[in-house]
């Protein structure tokens, strides 16, 4: 995969922090919106009991102005007494709406309707005691004027006019606050539908998340455990999902591979073990009559015969010939390998594989290119490796035109070596197939078809692995790939 998966316990957790999260904004939403509604629902209540206040104190005064007239004009004894009570009234709610005013604008609005009251009271206490007593008629008459026309002109107007402002300016507070609370409300809104988006979008991301990461790959898993036990080998689970289901499904993955390779052992065994048991008993049922055949050949092969008799016989006996390296070819490929490792050099291995050869070599004219350094040290088996070069330089050498080429090259690693046998010839027409028991196609008259599988089972008993492949300017490369020390299992 090109990404890491999230772990399905770190995606839990984030999950479940976006939801504590959730759970704080909208509580934080819910308080900021009371707070607000609370403080505006308090400047609206005390703004009404400021209202309510100065009302009463214009009450207060109608009132005051009433005993006032009363006590002239109908001579209520008690009109005294129930004015300063009303006077007493007015003074306390005064002191009210000192207390109850906010701001300098409040505050001053207040101490100007106070001060022109405290006048109003000065000049009508000023009346009550002029009037008391005086039946002088100019003193009548002047009392009686600043009752009717001074009073209602005079300090009655300035103090309507200043409670006329009083309250305009409270009015004023009162539609600012109605402003206030509309937009209290529609920010309450938005931030109760913030949350409530948030939690929409991750109830949306869950359920998302849900079918993409955990129950889309389930039913991979589900799909790939159930082909699998079917016997579907290939079918692969999809690596994705969270990291415990990725792990799941690399794991199923990971056994199928293992299954594979369990069954093609298993039938390469059954397979080797069918034919253990078949071909002694076929190379020994055949090579009696071989032998017989070949002796009675050459018994009656002599100059007398003419050319013809001659021919037929040679034919009888390379065929017999063909047919017994076949036979022991076969033993030998199913004989069970046990190598004998022990300490050799790369040159001494090439010079063993190469010195049957060299007749054919000079045969062809073919040029060997050998490698500069071959003094490597090897701990592996030294016989089965000639063995196995000898094979392939055998094929090369028979594939390859006269006077052409044939090189081997050494890469050495830090923990094995390649060493590849590059010809010139014609290319295989076939590409060997390691996992394979049957014996590969030949080309040659004589061939047995055993060469490569012998070689590919030698190389798995040496610990490496043999790699075909075609070159570009015509031919074939084969790698063979080995450690520097050869690993004995116990």
């Known amino acids: 995969m090109s990404h890491k998966n999230k772990s399905l316990k770190d995606l839990l957790l984030i999950h479940e922090l976006a939801f504590i999260v959730l759970i704080v904004l909208a509580a934080a939403a819910g308080a900021v919106g009371i707070h607000l509604w609370e403080k505006s629902s ?20 109608y009132r005051q102005m009433k005993e006032l007239f009363d006590a002239y004009f109908l001579e209520d004894t008690e009109a005294r007494q129930q004015y300063d009570a009303f006077t007493q009234s007015v003074e306390a709610h005064f002191i009210q709406l000192n207390t109850i005013a906010e701001g300098k604008e409040e505050h001053t609005a207040i ?63 009162q539609s600012e606050l109605d402003v206030q609370l509309k937009s209290t409300k529609r920010i309450s809104v938005i931030l109760l539908i913030i949350p409530l988006t948030l939690a929409i979008l991750l109830l949306i991301f869950s359920r998302m998340f849900l ?61 080797q073990a069918a034919q253990g ?25 002599t100059p007398e015969h003419d050319t ?43 010079e063993g594989a190469l010195a049957p050869l060299q007749q054919k070599i000079k045969e062809k004219s ?64 076939f590409t060997p197939d390691p996992s394979t ?8 008259r004589f061939g047995t078809g055993l060469g490569i599988p012998f070689a590919f089972k030698v190389c798995d008993a040496l610990g490496g692995h043999l790699n075909f492949r075609s070159r570009e300017t015509g031919g074939t490369i084969i790698a063979i790939t080995l450690p520097h020390t050869l690993t004995i299992n116990t």
């Open 211 to 271: 079918k993409r990461a955990i129950v889309k790959p389930i039913q991979g898993v589900l799909q790939a455990t159930s082909e699998i036990s079917a016997g579907n080998l290939t079918h692969r689970a999809p690596e994705e999902g969270v990291h415990e289901l990725a792990s799941v499904s690399k794991a199923i993955n990971e056994m199928a591979d293992q299954l594979i390779v369990s069954q093609e052992t298993l039938v390469r065994t059954e397979k």
């Open 277 to 301: 048991l078949l071909v002694p008993m076929l190379a020994h049922n055949i090579r009696n009559p071989l032998a017989s055949i070949r002796a009675t050949a050459q018994v009656i092969d």
């Open 308 to 350: 013809e008799t001659q021919e037929s016989l040679i034919g009888i006996i390379n065929t017999v010939d063909r047919l017994e390296r076949w036979t022991g070819a076969l033993l030998a490929y199913l004989h069970p390998l046990k190598p004998q490792p022990s300490y050799t050099t790369v040159a001494e291995v090439l």
């Open 111 to 173: 101490q100007d309707l106070h001060a022109s009251y405290q006048q109003f009271v000065y000049e009508t206490s000023a009346l009550f005691d002029q009037s008391r007593g005086n039946n002088n008629a100019a003193t009548q008459d002047a009392i009686r004027q600043t009752l009717d026309i001074g009073l209602e002109t005079g300090l009655f107007k300035r103090y309507e006019e200043i409670l006329a402002r009083t309250e305009k300016l409270l009015s004023e507070k």
């Open 366 to 429: 073919i040029k060997l290119i050998l490698p500069q350094s071959t003094h490597l040290k090897l701990f592996t088996d030294q016989h089965l490796l000639e063995q196995v070069i000898y094979n392939l330089l055998l094929n090369a050498i028979d594939a390859s035109s006269k006077h052409s080429a044939i090189e081997i090259t050494l890469e050495i690693q830090d923990q094995e070596i390649i060493l590849s046998l590059k010809d010139e010839g014609c290319g295989m027409p």
């Open 437 to 444: 028991v049957s014996l590969s196609p030949t080309t040659k």
């Open 42 to 61: 308090q400047e609206s209540s005390r703004i009404s009991l400021l209202v309510q206040e100065v009302q009463q104190t214009r009450g207060d005064l």
